[in-house]
């Protein structure tokens, strides 16, 4: 699935027409398990990456529509939705498979831009709560995106992190709230250098009295 899908990407940026697309179009069909999701192919169990692949390919070809069953897909991508709002760490995110502890931005990524594709009005995606959550994962040193990780580990910022979560807002026309919460980061970043150079200065000015005095 995933070599189809790139060579399908590779006609778009070329810009010329696909051939066989029912061919190609029916072999994406044939990968369809019966909870709604798509394997690499017709003997493998369906993963995310694979159903958002189908779902792209087959939007490319100009046949969204004839997805095996659109209601048991959207299910299927729905279910890896956190909506425990106690969960700080994932609520708002998509998880990457069933037994995963930590919603990531890939994963976040792929079900909603498949959700989109198979949804364009975004009426099953919850707008909101995964903006919030995808704007939390932004580095504050450099503005980049890092993955959910596990515990106190460094959360360092990448290249295709930043990529998922970018693309996941812009599936929701918000990349203005991205560019908001860049200047809330690098502002309150500047306020807090202030604020400790203050500290700073009046611990010096006090100590600088102290011995003052005492001389």
Not at 84 to 106: H, W
Not at 128 to 139: D, E, F, I
Request: proline letters at 2%; charged letters at 20%.
């Amino acid at each position: 699935m995933s070599s189809t899908y790139f060579v399908v990407q590779v006609f778009d940026l070329i810009e010329e027409p696909i051939p066989n697309k029912t061919v190609h179009k029916n072999w994406v069909l044939s990968c369809n398990n019966s909870e709604g999701g798509y394997g690499g192919n017709q003997s493998l169990s369906s993963t995310l990456a694979s159903t958002y692949y189908a779902a792209s390919i087959l939007d490319e070809l100009g046949a969204i529509n004839d997805l095996v069953d659109k209601n048991k897909t959207l299910t299927y991508l729905k279910s890896f939705y956190v909506d425990d709002s106690a969960d700080l760490n994932s609520f708002g995110g998509y998880l990457p498979d069933e037994m995963a502890q930590y919603a990531l931005l890939s994963s976040t990524f792929f079900c909603v831009k498949s959700i989109s594709l198979i949804d364009p009005d975004l009426s099953e995606l919850n707008r909101a709560s995964t903006m919030a959550w995808v704007l939390a994962r932004q580095y504050f040193e450099d503005g980049g995106f890092a993955e959910n990780s596990e515990g106190y580990e460094q959360k360092v910022s990448s290249v295709i992190s930043s990529y998922y979560g970018f693309e996941t807002l812009r599936v929701f026309n918000a990349l203005s709230s991205l560019a908001g919460e860049i200047w809330m980061v690098e502002f309150n970043f500047w306020i807090l250098g202030i604020v400790l150079m203050s500290i700073g200065i009046i611990i010096a000015l006090i100590v600088f009295l102290w011995r003052k005095r005492r001389i």
